[in-house]
């Protein structure tokens, strides 16, 4: 090992502690009524589960997931819920949150007079959200099992493409973050995000739309997202996961890397 | 409707008048996908009919009225807040020669008014999808109003309390988020587990479903279409009690 190899190792450490104190910090501002709020956060996800997918779902047929394989409605529908929300928490903290600090708050503006670079703010904030939604999809997976939905050893299998999903969309959401002018941005961000809720195989499968609209669904991050939690916990996956992985993944690249270019940009002008 | 309440109401008009392109969103946009994915999309694989109505035309009155809720909800949250805490708008006003009541009927009217537009708007969305059977439809916007007062009126009041607008995350988490999707908006209230559907059933927002169904499609509300009418009416009479008294403490000292 030469010396440059150790100032590379080096520097590798510090930008992981550096990012863990940005995560820290965030659990250090919150304050009791935000504990309240966050610690019910997969409420949300379980209302639509058991409103939509329990509720309705004693009035829908069982809905094919493969060839020669239907699953009841619930069974469709708990995997979509839980992706969706690894999107709509990751999202969230990405951007909502982290353009109040970043224009409002002025929060980075503080930290960057430390020793903290831009890529740690972002990798700090988008651990964060990753370990959120993580924490939430524990819980809701517990639940789903409860439920009779899908077995343990599939619950645990579907961890890790949650969060590969968060991490995925915490990156494009840094990404948007940087592009955002105003708050009009973040109503069309929305729009675009239910639209993705409602349209990406989450409620109903997609074969019934037409050609371009299936299409485009198919294109969305969520649709990736969506497919690749349920092959999982419908113990039905196949070699087209690997597409959602690499996607999923590419997004992850892509979105860092343009990010963490435009963060510097932004607040080291 | 006094002067005085005329002139504040006009006064949020001039502001809409600014910014309205930025509110279409939420009082439109959303509604329409939610009609379109749950309502064309979900609706393909019911096995059965509610009421006898094709499922996208059964859930348009509940779209309607968790939208005019939802509605209601967020424009009596932030907004009253911010007026009392951090603009202190409420307070420039009374120093005007207005009442505490014109400031409250004001603002109250003009969440109104957004409601209207978005009611009228997914009304006639309604009629392309052919979901409106007679002119006796538009009975649904009186009745949608009421229901929109029924929830601003006792928000403005928990908003002129509450100090921090982490408050509203909570209503929203437990209450009207639960609401929109158990009070009948998607299914009816009777597939519930029996002690749920009391919940639900005595929730306003079903209250509002019940009649505005009624009116558009011509099904029997499960109390008399007065009583329901009554239970809203009587949300918004205490919301304005309320609401009246705290907007009071807080402005006249």
Request: charged content about 10%; hydrophobic content about 55%.
């Amino acid at each position: 090992m030469t010396l440059r190899d150790l100032a590379v190792v080096r520097r590798l450490r510090t930008t992981g502690t550096l990012s863990t104190l940005v995560a820290r910090r965030n659990v250090a501002a919150l304050g009791t009524g935000a504990w309240l709020v966050l610690l019910t956060g997969f409420l949300e996800p379980l209302l639509y589960l058991l409103s939509i997918g329990v509720g309705l779902g004693a009035v829908i047929h069982r809905i094919p997931v493969a060839p020669g394989l239907s699953v009841d409605y619930p069974a469709f529908v708990a995997p979509a819920m839980l992706a969706s929300y690894a999107m709509s928490s990751a999202l969230a903290e990405t951007t909502f949150v982290f353009v109040g600090r970043l224009r409002y708050l002025r929060v980075y503006d503080a930290i960057l007079s430390t020793p903290v670079r831009p890529i740690e703010i972002a990798l700090g904030e988008l651990g964060w959200a990753t370990v959120r939604v993580g924490a939430y999809a524990v819980g809701f997976l517990a639940i789903v099992v409860a439920m009779g939905d899908t077995t343990p050893l599939l619950a645990l299998a579907a961890l890790p493409a949650v969060l590969l999903s968060a991490v995925a969309f915490g990156c494009l959401g840094i990404l948007a973050a940087t592009l955002v002018r105003d708050w009009r941005d973040f109503d069309a961000m929305a729009l675009v995000q239910f639209a993705m809720f409602m349209f990406a195989a989450t409620f109903s499968p997609i074969d019934a739309y037409p050609a371009v609209l299936r299409w485009l669904a198919q294109i969305t991050p969520l649709y990736q997202a969506v497919t690749l939690t349920r092959a999982v916990t419908t113990n039905t996956v196949g070699w087209s996961q690997l597409i959602n992985v690499g996607y999923l993944l590419a997004l992850t690249a892509a979105g860092l890397w343009l990010a963490s270019s435009r963060i510097g940009r932004l607040l080291c002008p | 409707m006094s002067y005085g309440t005329i002139h504040v109401f006009e006064g949020y008009l001039a502001g809409f008048r600014r910014n309205w392109r930025a509110t279409l969103l939420t009082s439109f946009g959303l509604p329409i996908l939610t009609l379109l994915g749950i309502g064309l999309g979900v609706g393909k694989y019911l096995t059965t009919r509610f009421d006898d109505v094709p499922y996208v035309e059964w859930i348009v009155p509940g779209l309607i009225a968790a939208t005019a809720m939802n509605l209601a909800v967020s424009n009596s949250t932030w907004p009253v807040l911010a007026k009392h805490s951090w603009t202190g708008t409420y307070r420039t006003q009374i120093s005007a020669p207005l009442r505490v009541r014109d400031v409250l009927a004001g603002h109250l009217a003009f969440v109104l008014f957004r409601v209207l537009i978005s009611c009228l708007a997914l009304l006639a969305v309604a009629a392309t999808f052919g979901a409106i059977a007679s002119p006796s439809a538009l009975v649904a916007v009186p009745v949608t109003l009421l229901l929109a007062l029924a929830f601003a009126a006792p928000t403005f009041a928990f908003s002129a309390t509450v100090r921090s607008e982490i408050y509203f995350s909570a209503l929203t988490r437990f209450v009207i988020m639960p609401m929109s999707l158990f009070a009948g908006v998607f299914f009816p209230v009777a597939l519930l587990p029996e002690a749920l559907r009391w919940l639900a059933a005595i929730s306003p927002l079903s209250s509002g479903i019940n009649v505005i169904r009624s009116a558009m499609q011509h099904v029997a509300t499960p109390w008399p279409v007065f009583v329901h009418l009554g239970y809203l009416a009587a949300w918004a009479a205490a919301g304005w009690v309320l609401a009246h008294r705290r907007f009071r403490r807080r402005l006249i000292r």
